[in-house]
């Protein structure tokens, strides 16, 4: 074995390990609500930019980063979504989606960072959501405010199962 097919073997290689690490990090980050589907776009890109295949191609990368933009569309929209759909009033999402954030921000100081950061965010859309839902409709504040927190865990499964997909078909492609 010549030291050229060495490199090229270990190339390929250090490839594969970043493209895998990369995809497993975007399953772990979206597992949390993070935008995980991200680090599955940057192994396409990666791949696409590496290889001289036609697998990924830049097409692919492109539609991996339609998918993600759309889910952090999806995510931003979810706590609208989750009160407006259960009878809220705009100013109750508004203030859930605030909440959330605040939430987020406020949880990195709760350990486990990241767990804190997710439960925060969702006790923070809750009581946002609650807070000015309870002065609007009191006997269905809390069933509102719950539609908040539906819809976040609905997009970690939309999430989590995007970004598996686009892993399993950027790492299948490249089997």
């Known amino acids: 074995m010549s030291?050229?097919?060495?490199?090229?073997?270990?190339?390929?290689?250090?490839?594969?390990?970043?493209?895998?690490?990369?995809c497993l990090a975007?399953?772990?980050?979206?597992?949390?609500?993070?935008?995980?589907?991200?680090?599955?776009?940057?192994?396409?890109?990666?791949?696409?930019?590496?290889?001289?295949?036609?697998?990924?191609?830049?097409?692919?990368?492109?539609?991996?980063?339609?998918?993600?933009?759309?889910?952090?569309?999806?995510?931003?929209?979810?706590?609208?979504?989750?009160?407006?759909?259960?009878?809220?009033?705009k100013t109750g999402a508004f203030v859930a989606m605030l909440g959330?954030?605040?939430?987020?921000?406020l949880g990195t100081l709760v350990p486990p960072p990241i767990i804190g950061s997710l439960v925060c965010m969702m006790a923070g859309a809750f009581a946002?959501?609650?807070?000015?839902?309870s002065r609007r409709a009191k006997a269905n504040a809390a069933h509102i405010a719950w539609g908040t927190v539906l819809a976040k865990l609905a997009v970690i499964a939309i999430k989590f199962g995007a970004t598996a997909a686009m892993a399993a078909v950027l790492i299948g492609g490249l089997l």
């Open 3 to 22: 030291w050229e097919a060495v490199g090229s073997w270990a190339a390929s290689a250090a490839l594969f390990t970043g493209v895998g690490l990369l």
């Open 26 to 89: 975007g399953l772990l980050l979206s597992a949390l609500s993070l935008s995980g589907t991200w680090c599955v776009v940057g192994a396409a890109a990666l791949a696409a930019a590496a290889r001289s295949d036609p697998f990924p191609s830049w097409w692919l990368v492109g539609i991996f980063a339609g998918v993600a933009a759309a889910i952090e569309g999806i995510e931003f929209l979810s706590a609208y979504l989750g009160v407006t759909k259960r009878g809220g009033s």
């Open 100 to 105: 959330g954030l605040a939430g987020a921000i």
């Open 128 to 133: 946002g959501a609650y807070w000015i839902e």
